[in-house]
């Protein structure tokens, strides 16, 4: 009985191991395998075969897709997929991908005002006009789900129907058009921007234009240009890559006078803006399901290890934290996400607790208590390093005292003991 119950202790830990290593496999995403089910979204899944957004996608941990079935795809629909350039293709295709898991229940949760969802054209940084965000509404009378851009003059689509979901990774949405963000027509026999725009990816990552497109990180981009630290990430050629925190303008006006980063002096002021940035790359995916919580930033490197680090983990489901030791800020957006390069809104600005003290904490210091009184034993005068004794709180031991005690008073109670005894 006893061999049993070991055994049953260990399953539980190797079947939750087990289950552990199952869920990381399964938050790949196979969009063909998902499509494939569906032979009326053909045209659709090879669209986004042929573009490379399948492959994107892969990478990808949560994500709801805007499908267009066979059906509705027009001979004007059909023509564009030749007109377009490969990379307006991609990014149109990028466009009807959000960046967000909708099931049923949240959809019918969606308020008549709507909801705004990234997609991955905004996080892809190719954003040149407009934003990369949708608008998700309901009508609350009818029930029906509609999505539109939130800067661009095309109409909105409707969602048909919910045809797959796969919590907490894919649901993909039957819409009746393509979604078209702003810089692309349709109807024109060139896109309004030219090809050699973005034929090719730029040989440094432009963090301004990013942040730029972002709307909401004006602060954080005077700061980043006037500290030079900018510059020092879009030159660098990234390793490992790079995962940049940036705080909203509404988290620099949030800061109380004591903790302005302004003023602080020039050195500090770069450290501060380091410490935002992981010197490793992750997706919004990757941060949800880190293993490691404790991550060095590009301040640790210059201040050493151990130091400068950011305690990063996932509440509620899919809410990504990050705790500096002062200050506990969430993920509110992706502004860009492209290996090696992500950069996400984050709702405080993070403060090292090496620079700014805790609220109302009281840096320790040494206990101010009388020191034990010490007894030298050894004569007045000698060359010889004295010993040590400690006396208790409060008890004075008198070094003329311990010289008076002759030393044969101590034999004589020895012997007399011994004598006793043997008697």
Known sequence: MATVNFISHLASPASVYLLFLLSTTAAAINVTTVLSSFPNLSSFSNLLVSSGIAS??????????????????????????RRLSPPKLADLLRFNVLLQFL??????RISPSGSAVTTLYEASGHVFAGSGYVNVTRDPASGSVTIGSSSSSSK???????????PPNITVLSVDSFLVPAGIDLTA????????????????????????????????LSLLVASGVITELEKDDHGAGITVFVP?????????EDENIQSLPADKKALVLKFHVLNSYYTLGSLE?????????????????????????????????????LVLAVVTQTAFDQNPVSVFGVSKVLLPKELFPKPGQVLSTPATTTPPREVSLSPAGSDDQPSRLVAPPGEVVSSSTVKRTPVFVYLCWCIAFCCAFLV
């Open 103 to 108: 099931s049923d229940s949240d959809l019918r």
């Open 248 to 256: 909203t303008d509404s988290a620099f006006s949030d800061l109380p």
């Open 289 to 325: 399901s880190i293993t490691n919580p404790v991550n060095p930033t590009l301040a640790t490197e210059k201040m050493g290890a151990g130091s400068y680090t950011l305690n990063i983990s996932r509440v509620n489901g899919s809410i990504v934290t990050i705790n500096s030791g």
């Open 156 to 166: 909105s689509v409707t969602v048909l129907k919910l045809l797959e979901t796969k």
């Open 189 to 220: 026999s060139e896109t309004l921007f030219p090809p050699t725009s973005e034929t090719s990816l730029p040989a440094g990552i432009n963090l301004t234009q990013i942040l730029i497109n972002g709307h909401n990180f004006n602060v954080a």
């Open 56 to 81: 994107e996608l892969s990478r990808r941990n949560s994500l709801t897709l805007l499908a267009v079935p066979n059906s509705h795809f027009s001979s004007a629909s059909v023509d564009f997929t």
